[in-house]
């Protein structure tokens, strides 16, 4: 028994120590093998099948294939480092053979293949043109693959025709993506098939906003805090004595003006039952209130300058028990005693105390509460006519109506319809956007935003309703109207 016991543990010994010597079978290593594949002009192969196949051994097993993409690239897997040969295909066609080496390095695994074939390869020409059939110049456009992570072929600039050409384009389907003018983010993308009986060829409509104006409306004060016209001289409850009227219009000079030499007018509306004269109410009504025109005779203003028009207390947001809001000068304001003052050239009966634009209503933001809503213009020359029209004009509230009043194409209005049919005055057609007003007595400025160059809007305005008061914004300056955000950006191109 202790014979046998022994010689089990030698033997159990034997086995342990058998194990503990044998070594793990080694782990292949495999490796990655990137390839690319032209013809000897540099034009990608595409749709080629390229198979891979041992060197020394077993000539014809199939180690891995590729399809090529548009871009005559494919990625084989899983090859462990030694020789290959590849074969390309086209259809059962073999286009040719080559020798390849995958090395340990999986760095050095990148293969470019040329093979001395014809290519079928197309200009692919993209063309951008505006709304008026002009051609955008300067647009990056860019050719990227269609898979689900499209990849970048190739890009370029549009020309003085609009056009950007990309050349030795092979039979495939492509994303085509146009920027937008600062060259930042895609404005639009389009699939496009090249190849036989194709046009070979992407044409965009990309609408551009043009405007005829040379001053621009950004913002408005249609209701300040507290009293909003009141008689130059006049006392408030706390004892405050009122320099003149608190409602105005920012606008924007879009070239430099010298008013002197050439005049221009702003006409304000504020009725409920306007007239068949529109704009030029108080030409043919002498006692009409229904509109109120400010000529601008005298002073200058520069190109992307912010300037004011309204009351002649010149101040941004009226005021608070005795404390006025800052005053701006008469260099960049022009203000009028429209409560004592006919308007300009008879247009408009003076006010007596009654505003240049209608308030709010609510304790919210609300409504003008009229049947009819209310707008101001901006005019080449004083001489305003029932048939004039307009180089700018936006109107506010919530009620629309239609109203004899004339607008201006611009970037939120347009003097024709979508098929073409005429629409010239507000609440026609398209003609329906009004910009947003405050609630009744809070102290709102209306920034109208929006991006405007000497000839389009790159950006409509859409407004913003800002609180701007001396209760609620003590620190209230003019940078919160003409530097921060959602106010008119001027661009000079």
Known sequence: MK?????????????????DSFDDPAIPEINDCS?????????????????????????????????????????????????????????SEELGATEITVEKDNTLNVVEWALDVYVENYNFTVTLIDNKQKPIVGRKVELLTSDANPVLIKEGLSDVQGKVTFAKTVTGTYNVYVYDDNNLAVFTQSVSIVGAGQSNSANFVIRKIYHNAEIVITGFVHDPRGSDSPLTGAISGDGLTHPGQYEYVQLMALKDINFAENKYSIVFTNTSTPSVYGWADGVYNATSKSVYQINLETGSVKKGQYFYVGGNARVICSYYKLILSPQLAPTVFWGVDYCAVPGGNGNGAAKAGSGLMANGSGTSQSSVKKTFPDGIAVFKGVNVTENSVPMDAIFYGVTLAETPYPIPDNDVYSRTGNNDEPQPNFGQGTNTYLFPVGAQDKGTFIKLGGQVTPTEWLLPRTGTVFVFNMLDTPGASVADIENSTDCTVFVDK
């Not at 014979?3 to 194990?19: D, E, N, P, S």
């Not at 032209?38 to 041992?54: A, C, D, H």
């Open 35 to 91: 390839l690319s594949l032209t013809n000897n002009e540099g034009i990608p192969l595409s749709s080629v099948w390229v198979k891979v196949y041992y060197t020394d051994q077993k000539p014809n097993f199939v180690v891995d294939s590729v399809y090529t993409s548009v871009l005559g690239k494919g990625n084989f897997k899983s090859l462990e480092p030694r020789k290959y040969t590849l074969k390309a295909f086209k259809a």
């Open 3 to 19: 014979q046998t016991f022994i010689f089990i543990f030698l033997i159990v010994t034997i086995l342990f120590t058998a194990c």
